[in-house]
């Protein structure tokens, strides 16, 4: 079962507009929600995370929503940069453990 | 300790061998962790060491997957008898342990096996 859920294989966004990643999950349990980054040939480095209590957090160009009711959580990064191109998963942490999304494949036009 | 280091990067068998992976994580962190990663999917958990001991095991991991950490520092992943789909990249992350900011995993690089 999948319990986090990527529906954009890939995005194109223009550079210096926002970038909208989404994401639906399942799973009730998770305590926190996080976003990863990975670039090729790289292992995914973390980029943010949100509680399970909480509906927003912000870090820089960076903030991730999360609507509980809905079970779905976003990424905003605005402005969009060319450095930004990558690929993005979501993830959700519980039971010490983390469950990654597909991935969406962000690329930043410039 | 410029992060966690995975050897080799990159790995050819014919199918039925054996291969193993090698982690070397963070050096100051207790829990080690692997995944797998097959195209077009995020990475998928198969097991977790909290310093020496294993603490969860996926399904995923059948009978001819086998994971070590024996002295609580480098973790090795040996396949027996691979399969062509045993053919992914092998991902090794760390983190400090309880009371780190949850869910940051250090990653590495990832070790890519492809069976023949």
């Known amino acids: 079962d999948q319990q986090v859920k990527q529906n954009s294989p890939s995005l194109s966004v223009q550079e210096g507009r926002i970038s909208i990643l989404n994401c639906d999950y399942t799973?009730?349990?998770?305590?926190?929600f996080l976003w990863y980054k990975k670039y090729p040939a790289e292992g995914p480095t973390f980029l943010i995370s949100?509680?399970?209590?909480?509906d927003k957090n912000e870090d820089g160009r960076f903030t991730v929503f999360l609507n509980k009711s809905a079970k779905h959580l976003s990424l905003h990064i605005v402005p969009s940069q060319p450095g930004d191109s990558a690929v993005y998963f979501c993830?959700?942490?519980?039971?010490?453990?983390?469950?990654f999304g597909q991935g969406t494949r962000l690329t930043i036009n410039p | 300790d410029t992060g966690v280091s995975q050897d080799p990067r990159h790995k050819i068998t014919k199918r039925g061998q054996n291969v193993t992976f090698r982690c070397d994580p963070i050096?100051?962190?207790?829990?080690l962790y692997w995944y797998r990663q097959t195209l077009g999917q995020g990475p998928e958990f198969l097991t977790y060491?909290?310093?020496?001991?294993?603490?969860?095991k996926s399904r995923l991991l059948s009978d001819r997957f086998s994971a070590e950490r024996p002295k609580g520092s480098f973790s090795t992943l040996e396949i027996q008898r691979t399969e062509q789909g045993d053919s992914a990249m092998y991902l090794c992350?760390?983190?400090?342990?309880?009371?780190?900011?949850?869910?940051?995993?250090?990653f590495g690089e990832g070790s890519r096996l492809t069976v023949l």
């Open positions: 050096s100051e962190h207790n829990r």
């Open positions: 799973n009730s349990m998770f305590d926190y």
């Open positions: 993830v959700g942490q519980g039971a010490q453990k983390l469950v």
């Open positions: 949100i509680s399970s209590i909480k």
């Open positions: 992350a760390s983190s400090l342990g309880p009371g780190e900011r949850s869910g940051e995993l250090f």
């Open positions: 060491f909290q310093n020496e001991a294993q603490l969860e």
